[in-house]
């Protein structure tokens, strides 16, 4: 196993981060083979199916998206990160 090929928790913790800051202050969606975020995600997901070929596991099954759409997960984090901060702010007022 090549050390640039590996899937440690330093590696996942940096993609997550890499790929949020992409999401958020990134270039604009751009076509399938120029888009940062995509190639992030598919490296991320090569690197993934790699570890779990090497453990004897079957690679993941990425589910199709649903017809109704659904919530974006990115859109979710940020607005309970948004309330997190506002119920921290409002405990540090009642605490006074």
């Known amino acids: 196993m090549s050390t640039d090929d590996d899937f440690g928790l330093w590696y996942r913790f940096r993609s ?8 958020v202050a990134g270039p604009a969606q751009l076509d399938a083979h120029n888009d940062p975020r995509a190639a992030v995600e598919q490296d991320y997901e090569r690197r993934r199916d790699l570890h779990r070929a090497r453990h004897g596991k079957p690679p993941v099954v990425k589910k199709p998206p649903s017809k109704h ?10 607005v309970g990160g948004v309330l997190a901060l506002v119920a921290l702010l409002v405990w540090a007022i009642a605490a006074r």
């Not at 759409?69 to 940020?78: I, N, Q, R, S, W």
Request: glycine residues 12%; contains cysteine; negative net charge.
């Open 16 to 23: 997550l981060v890499v790929f949020n800051l992409l999401y």
């Open 69 to 78: 759409g659904g919530v974006d997960p990115v859109l979710l984090c940020a």
